[in-house]
């Protein structure tokens, strides 16, 4: 009797795929030049502090190994949650600096940025009307 259940198991995976679902003409997707700059920039944003992140536990550690300092572990942890702050700063910064256009932009990008939040904060406001609220006879929408 196990091994029945077993078997259902593994052949249930087995078969056709279902096709993937295909994005209505009202959903956009975001180009593959634009997905590149935005991970290129997420992985120097969020990389640099990360390592830096990292790099504090080993320069402690061999700091106080070594008996050339003593460090205190509260300060390790601060510089370290400072520096993964940093990279949690670099990902939100990674994804809001990346031009749409074709031309990627600046280096650092900072002019694409109240743009980028403009278009984040319609995009929201217009998934938050269209998600399948119905306004009623009094106008009100109901949830």
Known sequence: MAGKGMQGRAQSGKGNPKPARRSGPSQQVIPDAVANRMARRI??????????????????????????????????????GGCFFLGLLGLSFGVLSASWEEKPGSLFGTEQIGLNISRLRSSIKAMRNGSGNQPTSSGRQER
């Open 43 to 80: 992985a120097i944003g969020t990389g640099i502090p990360t390592v830096m992140g990292m790099g504090v536990f080993i320069g402690s550690y061999l700091l106080v190994s070594r008996q050339i300092f003593d460090v205190p572990p509260s300060a390790t942890l601060a510089a370290s």
